[in-house]
C-alpha cells in the first residue's frame, strides 16, 4: 500500500473500483489504549502515523482516561498501522490495548481526531 500524502481524503471508487468491493476488502478495528495515553499528545501522534498509512477512523480521549482509536482499511494495512502505533514514541504510554475487529462501514473518508 503506497503512503496518503498529507493525509489526503480517500477517494472510495478510486481505491477499489465500486463501494460495494471497497467494504468487503476492508476491516474495521475498534482499539481502546490505556496506560498514560492522555495529556501526552496521543491523539496527535496517532493522527500522524495515520497520514503514512491509507486508513480513516477517528481517534479521541474517553471519559475514562483511555483512548478509543476506529480505524477502516484492508486488514493487513489496519494491522501494519496499529503495530506503527505501538513501535512509535507512542508504544512507552500504552499499558493496555483492546481491539476488536468487524466489517468496514465505510462511513468515513479520513482520519481524524474527535474531541
Same mark, same amino acid.
Given at each position: ?20 468491493? =471497497? ?12 496506560? /498514560? ?15 503514512? =498509512? ?11 482516561? /483511555? ?32 481491539? %476488536? ?7 468515513? %473518508? ?6
Amino acid at each position: 500500500m503506497g503512503a496518503l500524502k498529507k493525509c489526503q481524503l480517500l477517494d472510495r471508487a478510486a481505491l477499489s473500483g465500486s463501494l460495494a468491493l =471497497y467494504q468487503v476488502m476492508r476491516k474495521r478495528a475498534q482499539v481502546f489504549y490505556s496506560g /498514560r495515553v492522555q495529556g501526552v499528545g496521543f491523539r496527535y501522534s496517532v493522527r500522524e502515523v495515520a497520514c503514512g =498509512y491509507e486508513v480513516t477512523g477517528f481517534v479521541r480521549n474517553l471519559p475514562d482516561d /483511555r483512548v478509543e482509536l476506529v480505524a477502516e482499511a484492508e486488514e493487513e494495512e489496519t494491522k501494519a498501522f496499529l503495530q506503527a502505533i505501538r513501535d512509535s514514541q507512542l508504544g512507552s504510554y500504552i499499558r493496555g490495548e483492546d481491539v %476488536n475487529w468487524s466489517s468496514a462501514t465505510g462511513e468515513f %473518508n479520513r482520519f481524524e481526531i474527535r474531541h
